[in-house]
């Protein structure tokens, strides 16, 4: 469909081409049991497929059962976990809408309770685990993970591919890795959390060389066609730490390594970092990444206004916004904004009957 409004102009990534530029950012929703998806997933998902957006994006999905933030986090280690996901996968495309999956290891921030339970770390009884990072640093209130040998980090790479390759095989349009909001790939990057001294320690390649072996491998088995996107932390806001400079090499090297777009938000290395909240606080670190490394970026961070989403596309900001909070709140946000920047969209037939109340 037409449009004259930016934010409602069709993209292609490789052989896909997403409706939009609104994109639902990946959600945590801890309610799953063993790391398999549930009737929540289903309506969750299926709210955001008929309400507008191009693209959604599945939450953080543990490659093993050890890589899952909490004990209710999805996951994505077997054929049953990942057929337990296709109903949603058919449902978003009949809708006419693509859908992603971030998949994800959180490292040394793992192994927790759900937000809403009484405590933060689950114990053996409760289903945690031994957790692991790059060192022997423990995140603030947590405990010393185990710092993975290189034999360790080999056969997570195979976890990464592997799991990429269920996810397309039921039908996922886009596959995601998750490096930012310190999780484990970002625990390598960051000198903030790699004291190492082998090959995956030190300077700037060996601190990124997990992610990049991890994202070669996955853009061998996964088709050619299939859009690769990776989640950075942009910047973790704390002096010594990762940088926008960091980053800007960061995308260089992951675009020659077969990612298609950058998905830029920023943060949570550390617990007391200083983050100037506000809207769009986030969107300068896209930007820069997308003038730096010459790379297609989606820009996240307090973006819930209509005009202002469409100004960050209009004005080369980023390719798109990813939108979390504000879609939970309403999960039909795009078809108002439509209304809002007077674009005529599709709408469900379903729900046609509520675009007028007269």
């Not at 993209?11 to 639902?24: A, C, P």
Request: with cysteine.
């Amino acid at each position: 469909m037409n449009s004259s409004a930016p934010l409602f102009q069709e993209i292609q990534i490789r052989d896909l081409t997403i409706s939009n530029r609104i994109w639902v950012s990946p959600m945590c929703q801890y309610s799953a049991t063993d790391g398999l998806a549930s009737d929540w997933h289903r309506v969750h998902l299926g709210a955001f497929a008929t309400g507008g957006a191009g693209l959604t994006i599945v939450e953080a999905t543990g490659v093993v059962p050890e890589g899952r933030i909490s004990v209710g986090c999805l996951g994505i280690w077997s054929d049953e976990h990942a057929h337990a996901l296709q109903p949603m996968v058919d449902f978003a495309h009949s809708q006419g809408v693509a859908i992603g999956i971030q998949l994800a290891h959180a490292g040394r921030k793992g192994s927790t309770m759900r937000p809403w339970d009484d405590h933060l770390i689950a114990s053996p009884e409760e289903g945690g685990w031994q957790t692991v990072s790059a060192s022997e640093i423990a995140f603030h209130g947590m405990p010393t993970p185990h710092a993975l040998s290189i034999n360790e980090i080999a056969k997570l790479v195979e976890s990464f591919a592997t799991a990429a390759l269920r996810a397309v095989n039921v039908g996922f349009d886009v596959i995601e890795l998750h490096a930012a909001h310190g999780y484990l790939f970002h625990q390598f990057f960051s000198p903030l959390s790699n004291n190492r001294t082998d090959e995956y320690g030190g300077d700037f390649a060996g601190r990124t060389k997990f992610l990049l072996q991890t994202v070669k491998r996955v853009r061998e088995v996964i088709p050619q066609t299939t859009p690769l996107f990776v989640r950075i932390s942009a910047t973790d806001w704390v002096e010594g730490g990762w940088t926008i400079e960091d980053s800007i090499q960061l995308a260089k090297e992951l675009q020659t390594a077969g990612v298609d777009l950058i998905d830029v938000s920023s943060g949570g290395i550390v617990h007391n970092a200083t983050i100037p909240f506000g809207p769009s606080f986030q969107v300068p670190l896209a930007e820069a990444i997308k003038q730096g490394a010459d790379i297609p970026t989606s820009a996240v961070g307090l973006i819930t206004d209509a005009q202002q989403a469409n100004e960050i596309v209009s004005s080369n900001k980023a390719d798109a916004v990813m939108m979390g909070r504000v879609m939970l709140r309403n999960p039909r946000w795009p078809l108002a904004a439509a209304e809002t920047l007077n674009e005529k969209i599709a709408w469900p037939k379903q729900l046609e009957r509520a675009r007028t109340l007269k």
